[in-house]
């Protein structure tokens, strides 16, 4: 078990390479915000979603909804080392004629199931998804990743109250908390706290954790699939640009790339913390 | 002609569908009773969501369930299921080509006495706008029922607009749809009329008005405002070679727009645009606002006539 974790948390650490190589590549593209959501997607799509990477469109298959459309970067590097695309591709973002689109479409790649980007969207598609699948009689569950910033948006808390209202107990919301929004501190720009007993009065199960703790995550999601009667909420506590020095909690890297000199300094931490979590597990 | 409610006919036509096929779902913002969703409601509960005042969440619901298989119908007042949740339709409908049918009621001012706030004239310039997105404007009830059977085997998004109230059937219950959509209602070979919606029934009575003043005028119903029914608009302007357009929507962006864009590039003839002006609505009596705004026959035609004369000259 301790070794399959610091497993999965080196491959998030390749993957936060990744995106930095696309978005330095790109010349565009949201880092931050992805390499603070890179450990609980990881998580979700290799320990607890059911997919069949070679069958997107599998019926039976969970489904996750990535909310805040603007880290596409960590799912692209998910989906790519799940096995939907060849990781060469990853280096495509965001250019002419890729399927990996500046925000995800689902017209363009197979695995994504809704459009997102413009914010506060992708929960009540959650929702309907939820419904769907209750009215199906399926088994299946739907993840939604929604990010703090997104919070803000009035149809979130439309969505919110749906799912509580409805008793969605196959729908889990991750919100990732990372604290910053592009003009600054979520609790400056607009305060959210206290997040829990808002969720928790809007008829959710909310969960607190650390959203880099892989046992902390795994734990959460057990909760969740052991949770009836009731949606689930987890407040996943992250930092924004986890793993790179001078980008974490750093608001300059929500919608900035990394130039070349940043990036050779930000892979040079990146691997070592690769080298670091190998030692640890040998 | 016989009055019916194309929202009666919506609603009896959903309910049938529903029978018929069990992947069809309805979705409203708490007007199933305006609507007539109520209806289905009401057989098949375990299929209805009421998403409460809550538009753009219903849009977003509605979404999620097409991507389980279903058939969503989403309804509301035309002011509510367009303006209000215009994102959640280019996003998660347009841009995911989502198979999510929007069908509202109350488009236009006839609905009369709740006035500006509610009688919405920008929501086929809005929904047209939008790539992905088949827009419609059945001519009266029946054809209500023929367009409802026909989006509902139709994969893809879709917006219909229906009205408040209930007005002249133009076609009897056989009427079959059919994408592009515009039929020649009456033939006439010195003006084309081009109308949608209920103005399709009032162009019929001018037509009647204008030929006791000697024009002989060719009334289509253009009930598919996009994809527009090329072909058929096209013959009757070049039969013609004067044309006007009559919608209850502003004429920027309308109907009218549609019309007079694919003419100033394919056959440029001179077109008069008939709706509401650049203003909003007001309250009143749905007959009295067609009388306000000068969309009744008489007006109609006495303004068609001095459009005639100032070409002919």
Redesign the interface.
């Known amino acids: 078990m301790q070794n399959e974790l610091l497993n999965l948390e080196t491959v998030a650490y390749q993957i936060r390479k990744e995106i930095l190589k696309m978005t330095n590549s790109a010349n565009s593209g949201h880092p931050g915000g992805s390499m603070s959501c890179v450990d609980i997607l990881l998580c979700l799509y290799s320990k607890f979603l059911k997919h069949e990477p070679n069958k997107p469109e599998w019926e039976d298959r969970d489904y996750f909804i990535l909310s805040k459309g603007h880290a596409s970067p960590a799912l692209y590097g998910v989906l790519a080392y799940e096995g939907y695309f060849p990781k060469d591709e990853l280096m495509t973002f965001r250019k002419l004629g890729s399927r990996l689109q500046g925000h995800p479409e689902r017209l363009f790649l197979k695995g994504v199931e809704i459009t997102t980007g413009s914010l506060g969207q992708g929960l009540s598609v959650a929702n309907g998804i939820a419904l769907g699948l209750k009215l199906k009689k399926s088994e299946a569950s739907v993840y939604c990743l929604i990010g703090d910033g997104e919070l803000q948006e009035g149809q979130v808390w439309e969505a919110i109250l749906s799912s509580g209202h409805r008793k969605l107990d196959n729908l889990c919301v991750i919100l990732d908390r990372n604290g910053l929004q592009i003009d600054g501190f979520v609790e400056q720009v607009k305060g959210e706290e206290p997040i829990e007993e808002k969720i928790k009065s809007f008829n959710y199960n909310v969960i607190k954790i650390d959203g880099h703790n892989y046992s902390e995550i795994i734990s959460a999601f057990e909760i969740f699939k052991r949770t009836k009667g009731k949606p689930t909420f987890i407040i996943a506590n992250t930092v924004k640009g986890k793993g790179v020095s001078f980008m974490e909690n750093n608001v300059d890297f929500h919608g900035k790339a990394p130039s070349n000199e940043e990036l050779e300094r930000g892979l040079k931490e990146l691997d070592e913390h690769i080298e670091r979590l190998e030692r640890a597990r040998s | 002609m016989e009055k019916k409610g194309t929202r009666d006919f919506y609603g009896k036509t959903l309910l049938e569908l529903g029978r018929e096929n069990a992947r069809i779902?309805a979705l409203d913002a708490d007007l199933s009773a305006s609507t007539k969703t109520c209806l289905f409601a009401k057989e098949f509960p375990?299929?209805f969501?009421d998403?409460?005042v809550?538009e753009?969440?219903?849009?977003?619901?509605?979404?999620?369930?097409?991507?389980?298989?279903?058939i969503?119908f989403v309804s509301t007042f035309a002011v509510f299921g367009t303006g209000r949740c215009y994102?959640?339709i280019?996003?998660?409908v347009c841009?995911?080509?989502?198979n999510v049918k929007i069908v509202v009621t109350h488009g236009g001012i006839t609905v009369g006495e709740d006035g500006a706030t509610h009688q919405m004239l920008e929501d086929i310039a809005l929904m047209t706008s939008l790539p992905n997105m088949r827009v419609i404007v059945p001519a009266d009830a029946h054809q209500t029922s023929s367009v409802i059977r026909f989006i509902a085997n139709e994969e893809g998004p879709f917006y219909v607009r229906l009205s408040r109230e209930k007005f002249p059937v133009v076609y009897d219950e056989k009427n079959t749809f059919h994408l592009p959509y515009a039929d020649v209602l009456k033939e006439g070979r010195d003006l084309a009329i081009f109308a949608s919606g209920l103005m399709v029934h009032q162009a019929l009575l001018v037509a009647k008005n204008l030929s006791k003043m000697n024009v002989d005028a060719e009334v289509l119903n253009v009930a598919s405002i996009k994809p527009l029914a090329k072909e058929t608009i096209l013959n009757s302007a070049k039969k013609c070679k004067i044309a006007v357009t009559m919608e209850e929507h502003s004429i920027i962006n309308g109907l009218g727009a549609q019309i007079s864009s694919l003419l100033a590039e394919e056959f440029p003839i001179p077109v008069k645009r008939f709706g509401v002006e650049d203003r909003f609505g007001i309250s009143g009596k749905p007959d009295q606002l067609i009388r306000f705004f000068e969309l009744n026959p008489e007006s109609l035609s006495h303004k068609i006539k001095l459009f005639i004369e100032k070409y002919s000259k």
């Open positions: 779902v375990e299929r969501f998403c409460g809550a753009a969440d219903m849009i977003g619901t509605a979404a999620g369930l097409s991507l389980c298989g279903f969503p994102d959640q280019r996003q998660s841009i995911s080509k989502s």
